[in-house]
């Protein structure tokens, strides 16, 4: 019993002393939490406050680009940088001046990164410089011992693999400015870049894709102390443009080897799918997505061949003897000549006092239609113009697309002009003239056109009279059947790419110099020349100066207009050169090896037709004044 009673006693003792210790430990906490809740709470308060969540976006990869063939054209590549973190370094001049002796900076250069240092937090990695080459990285981390605070990092910049001879198709990159609109927090992560120009620009918010963002915890001046979340963001969409690589870098290619300054367009005459699109000379975007320097933009300003103007779309020409193939349509359309109507060419027409002559000296002599286009008689197209009208020619130069914007989707583009009467009562307050309609019958004038409607016109011709549009967005498939079909007679077209045939294929004729005969495959097409100057009377009477003897900015514009197979046309070409000389002498002949490479790269072709002819041995000279 008295067992009994003691160990009760002492498991009271124990329970007492445990229940103590546990009111002790009670009291401790309460205390503590006393102390931190009530003496502590502002202190805390701030520690809590000045520990955040910061939400960082993420750049997403953007989108590629493609030519027709799966080609890429536009990409992204792995970009080098060195930057420095201005707290990691114990003397910053002495760390830029160890960095200078392994690769140069100039002086511009170190200004911007003391610049960027100041304004930002000695925590925050500044650029020293980009695009690093292996050998720069290398360099630099050999010598990393001696860079306190320097170090890589890795990241994307938009890079074009064509460089210049894509530059005015697909445009280029730069950095965001004030006059963006911000519709997008993208827009806002410095060093972001859209697209500026050119198809980069016209695709903009599909290339850009969707940002992602970085959860990370920060401190009260901004230091990232761990990292919460991260979610990617989307890359941008793919872009497939109608351009064969191929064919683009063959035609520029033929610009660059002689030096000169045009444009040039190859159209599918069905579709319309543009697969090549040349302005040159032109840039590389390459440098604009890299940051252009002061030199380089003023280089580019002072060129007189303009390598930044898109000539293709927004140069304005007048279309020469190539505008003679509407005049031939709306003159047969409107029976004011037909397939026999011959007119006599004697060099020279006179209308009131004044005298238009044509380009050969010694006249044509007696021609139709279809001959008169063959050798690009003036004469025959000044008789027909003013038996005409002006407003028959204007009405026909539009339904094949001259005079009025294409829209194909890049900046800059001009309408160009077809003048009636109308317009040059509204323009200058007075009446049209009947030796306007004459000099307006063979591309001169007041009529402007760019080479894309050029390329346009001619493919409307050649393909049946259908109302085909330039686009660079690739089609799955298409029926011509479903295009607006131009109100025009079948038989007239025939007569005029008869003699766009013999422009080509005849001895004699203005092109035939640039002919090909590829397993049976020839070509058609017309000439033409533009003059930048008036010739005087004292000159016609002594001696006309030839085209290489004058200034290069005084000397006529060439410019072809073409298609192939000649039978069964499939592209369309149209070919100008910026004071080139003249048509047959500088454009004919880029036009006619820019349709021979497409015809040799179209396999689909070649089983249509028989093996290639031999050229005959006595090929006709050109004059060197002829289009």
């Not at 939400?55 to 990409?75: E, K, M, S």
């Not at 109308?422 to 009529?447: D, T, V």
Request: proline share 4%.
């Amino acid at each position: 019993m008295n067992r009994d009673n003691d160990k009760g006693k002492v498991l009271i003792n124990r329970s007492l002393i445990v229940g103590l210790g546990k009111l002790f430990l009670l009291l401790v906490i309460i205390a503590r939490l006393y102390y931190l809740q009530v003496y502590q709470a502002d202190r805390y308060k701030t520690l809590a406050d000045e520990n955040r969540i910061s939400t960082r976006l993420l750049v997403p990869p953007r989108g590629l680009i493609y030519d027709r063939n799966g080609q890429l054209i536009a990409t992204n590549r792995q970009n080098f940088q060195a930057l420095i973190v201005a707290e990691q370094t114990t003397n910053l001049q002495e760390t830029l001046d160890a960095f200078k002796k392994i690769m140069p900076l100039s002086e511009a250069e170190e200004q911007r990164i003391k610049k960027d240092l100041k304004s930002n937090r000695s925590f925050v990695p500044i650029k020293i410089k980009d695009n690093l080459s292996w050998e720069d990285v290398s360099k630099i981390q050999l010598n990393a011992p001696d860079l306190p605070g320097i170090f890589i990092d890795e990241g994307l910049t938009r890079y074009y693999p064509y460089g210049e001879k894509m530059a005015h198709i697909l445009g280029y990159v730069s950095s965001v400015s004030e006059k963006d609109v911000k519709d997008d927090p993208l827009l806002e992560v410095p060093g972001f870049k859209i697209g500026k120009s050119g198809i980069e620009k016209f695709y903009e918010k599909r290339l850009r894709g969707k940002g992602g963002n970085l959860k990370s915890e920060v401190n009260a001046y901004g230091r990232v102390m761990k990292e919460i979340e991260k979610k990617e963001g989307i890359p941008g969409d793919r872009i497939d443009l109608t351009i064969d690589a191929r064919l683009q870098e063959k035609a520029y290619d033929l610009f660059m080897e002689q030096e000169q300054s045009g444009a040039a367009i190859l159209l599918d005459v069905h579709s319309g799918e543009i697969l090549a699109f040349v302005s040159a000379p032109s840039f590389d975007p390459n440098v604009f997505a890299q940051g252009i320097s002061n030199e380089q933009w003023s280089a580019l300003l002072k060129n007189e061949k303009k390598p930044l103007s898109n000539k293709a779309i927004s140069g304005q020409y007048s279309p020469g003897s190539t505008f003679k193939i509407i005049t031939a349509l709306a003159a047969l359309e409107a029976g004011t000549v037909t397939p026999e109507t011959r007119f006599f060419c004697s060099a020279k027409m006179t209308l009131g006092t004044h005298a238009f002559h044509c380009w050969k000296r010694t006249g044509h002599g007696h021609l139709n239609v279809v001959e008169a286009i063959k050798h690009s008689c003036d004469i025959y197209f000044y008789e027909t113009a003013l038996r005409l009208g002006i407003e028959k020619i204007a009405d026909m130069a539009r339904r094949f697309g001259l005079g009025s914007k294409i829209n194909i989707g890049l900046e800059n583009e001009k309408a160009g002009l077809i003048p009636d009467k109308a317009w040059k009562l509204k323009r200058f307050g007075e009446p049209w003239q009947q030796g306007e309609s004459l000099i307006s019958g063979i591309g001169q004038g007041y009529i402007l056109t760019t080479p894309l409607q050029l390329a346009t016109m001619v493919a409307r011709v050649v393909n049946g009279g259908y109302e085909v549009t330039p686009t660079f967005n690739k089609l799955s498939d298409y029926d011509k059947t479903h295009l607006p079909k131009i109100n025009i007679n079948h038989g007239n077209l025939e007569l005029v790419k008869e003699g766009m045939f013999e422009v080509v294929n005849i001895p004699g004729a203005t092109a035939f110099g640039s002919r090909f005969d590829y397993h049976g495959i020839k070509m058609g097409g017309k000439t033409g020349s533009t003059q930048v100057r008036r010739i005087t009377m004292k000159e016609r009477q002594t001696r006309i100066l030839k085209q290489h003897e004058l200034p290069w900015h005084l000397r006529d514009h060439g410019l072809f207009v073409g298609y192939a197979p000649a039978d069964n046309p499939k592209y369309a070409v149209a070919v100008l050169v910026e004071h080139g000389g003249g048509g047959s002498t500088a454009a004919a002949p880029i036009a006619s090896k820019i349709l021979l490479e497409a015809v040799k790269l179209d396999s689909g072709l070649k089983k249509f037709y028989t093996a290639p002819k031999k050229e005959p041995a006595d090929v006709t000279a050109v004059p060197a004044n002829m289009e």
